[in-house]
């Protein structure tokens, strides 16, 4: 019987778990979440253990994949299980389409009416969001989030850990850096830097705070 671990059981870890659901290649999914034991439960999936016990909870077949939402959190926990040796997987909603010649490494997640299209690299613990679009010849490193809604048109790239932000475009052939926030419904129509919030349309970088990239 397969067995899905899926860490963090928060809002993302929710989707993450619904859409291994509907997947159907896990015949049982259940959460490690640092709120165990309070935390008994999540929706009908059951909370375990708490991730720093994870090695005494997996068993061989098991697959595993991180549900928390800050990028930087997620690519830490997911570097700290591979150089463990535990096995992540990859989820992915039947609902999205994912082109046969797009590759997408281990820990990636991508959510119901999502769109990866042909030539496409996306790097570990990636969050393909609900319905967003990642068009051809992409190129995502690790970590990535493209949020709800959002597109990227051909030839994109998005450096390590950064978040495009929900129903954010991004012209084909645009270069965003790494930790780099794209606000909620901007247009990226030239290359954006490392390490900077960069909002509205034509997007422009903020001096304001970055509050919500701490969000889950
Ligand atoms: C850009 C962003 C990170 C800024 O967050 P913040 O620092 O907390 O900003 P605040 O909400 O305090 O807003 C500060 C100012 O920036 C403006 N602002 C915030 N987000 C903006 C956006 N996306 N586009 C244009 N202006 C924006 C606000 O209107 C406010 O302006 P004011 O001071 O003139 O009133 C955030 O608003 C955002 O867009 N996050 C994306 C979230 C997302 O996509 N989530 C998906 C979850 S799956």
């Given amino acids: 019987m397969r067995r ?22 896990w015949a049982v999914i259940e959460f490690l979440d640092d709120r165990h034991p309070e935390h008994g439960r999540l929706e009908d999936w059951k909370v375990i253990a ?5 090695a005494r909870v997996v068993v061989a077949d098991d697959e595993v ?46 959510f119901a009416g999502a769109v990866i299209n042909a030539g496409t690299s996306i790097g570990r613990g990636c969050i393909v969001n ?17 949020a709800p809604g959002s597109a990227l048109g051909g030839n994109v790239r998005v450096g390590r850990r950064s978040w495009v932000g929900i129903g954010a475009s991004v012209r084909h052939g645009a ?12 247009a990226v129509v030239a290359d954006i830097g490392d390490n900077v919030v960069a909002v509205g349309v034509p997007a422009r970088i903020s001096t304001r705070g970055d509050s919500d990239r701490a969000a889950e």
Avoid: F, Q, W, Y
């Fill in 50 to 54: 708490r991730p720093v016990d994870i």
């Fill in 175 to 186: 270069s965003i850096g790494s930790d780099t926030m794209i606000g909620a419904g901007a």
């Fill in 130 to 146: 609900t319905g967003a679009i990642v068009d051809h010849d992409c190129r995502l490193d690790d970590a990535v989030h493209v």
């Fill in 4 to 25: 899905l671990l899926v860490l963090g059981a928060g809002g993302h870890g929710k989707v993450v778990a619904d859409a291994a659901s509907a997947s159907r290649k």
């Fill in 65 to 110: 994949i991180v549900g928390i939402g800050d990028n930087a959190r997620r690519l830490a926990i997911i570097e700290e299980l591979l150089s463990r040796g535990i096995k992540l997987t990859v989820v992915a909603h039947p609902a999205a389409v994912i082109s046969p010649r797009a590759t997408l490494a281990p820990g990636c997640v991508v």
